[in-house]
Every structure is written in C-alpha cells, then in structure tokens.
C-alpha cells in the first residue's frame, strides 16, 4: 500500500520541476558564459576558476577552489592546468601541503576574469532591473537553503525536514 499522500505528491513534483529548472539555467549559464568570454580565449569553466582564484584573498590549492565551487577536484585540476599552459595562472609552494601547491592568479588571468566581469555587468543589470533586487535575494536565500539542507542530508538521506529548510 502506498503512503504518499497527496501534499507530498505535490510537494514532490514542485521540487522536481525546481530541480529540472536549475539544471535547464546551469546549462544556459554555461553557454551564455561562452558566448560572452569566447574571444577572450576563455570557456565558463575557465571564467569560474579564474574567478574564485580573484575572489579569494590568498592563493589557494585546487582542492578548495573544487569545494569552494561545487565542483570536482580532477575538473579543477584539468582546467587550472590548461590556465597554467596559457600563463593565467600560476603556482606557488604550500607550507601546508608539499604536493598540494597553491594557485596564483597572474597578471594575464587577472586581466581576463577583469574583462569577463566587465562583460557581465550589463547583462547582470538587465537582470536585475526585469526581475528585482529583492527576488533574486530572495532566490540567493532559497538556493542557499537547499544547498545547505543537501550538505546536511546528503542526496541518499532519508530527507530534510520542514524545520530543517527554516533552520
């Protein structure tokens, strides 16, 4: 016999639609970030790492540029290699770790996460004036409660609870 009832079917199917929904916007993020940086020799992927070396205050090592965006260690490490090969990054000992070096942004990929910043900016404005500063707060804050429930739950948990999701 089934115990679902009907709210949790609903419930279930809001959080489905959600879930298809950031997939759909990760992936037209990702071509959009493309198109924007292409001819600055860059590919999204690129533009993230370069972008959290930028927002970080000090060098960091690829483990935790990969934690810091959600993203797999070896994904890191192929692409701050290929940012090595072009002399936007570098890297630097870590007092640490001695295998683990720490990753230097250059002046050259300094330059590049600076030109793709100043080609996002309109298109962040156009955003912001069509949807409103407080609803994409308000969306920041929902996604920043699922990804903190997922940290907490694990995907295979038996699942959050609603004060769970308050919390």
């Known amino acids: 016999m089934n115990d679902v009832n009907g709210d ?6 809001l959080v489905g639609e959600l879930i298809v929904s950031v997939f759909r916007l990760n992936g037209r993020l990702i071509e ?12 999204s992927a690129w533009w993230q790492v370069l972008g959290a070396l930028s927002l970080s205050p000090a060098p960091i090592p690829v483990a935790h540029i990969a934690r810091n965006m959600g993203l797999s260690r070896q994904a890191v490490q192929r692409n701050v290699d290929l940012l090595a090969e072009r002399g936007m990054v570098g ?5 640490h ?3 683990a070096k720490l990753v230097v942004l250059t002046p050259k990929g300094a330059a590049a996460v600076g030109a ?15 949807i409103g500063e407080e609803r994409i707060a308000t969306a920041l804050d929902v996604l920043g409660q ?3 429930l997922l940290s907490r ?5 038996e699942g959050p609870t609603q004060g769970d999701l308050m919390s």
């Open 32 to 43: 959009t970030g493309n198109e924007l940086v292409l001819d600055l020799g860059l590919t």
């Open 146 to 148: 699922i990804e903190a």
């Open 116 to 130: 793709a910043k100043d080609r996002q900016r309109p298109l962040a404005r156009r955003m912001a004036d069509s």
């Open 8 to 13: 949790d079917l609903v419930a279930n199917d």
């Open 91 to 95: 890297f630097t000992p870590n007092p």
């Open 97 to 99: 770790h001695q295998r």
């Open 153 to 157: 739950a694990g995907a295979c948990a």
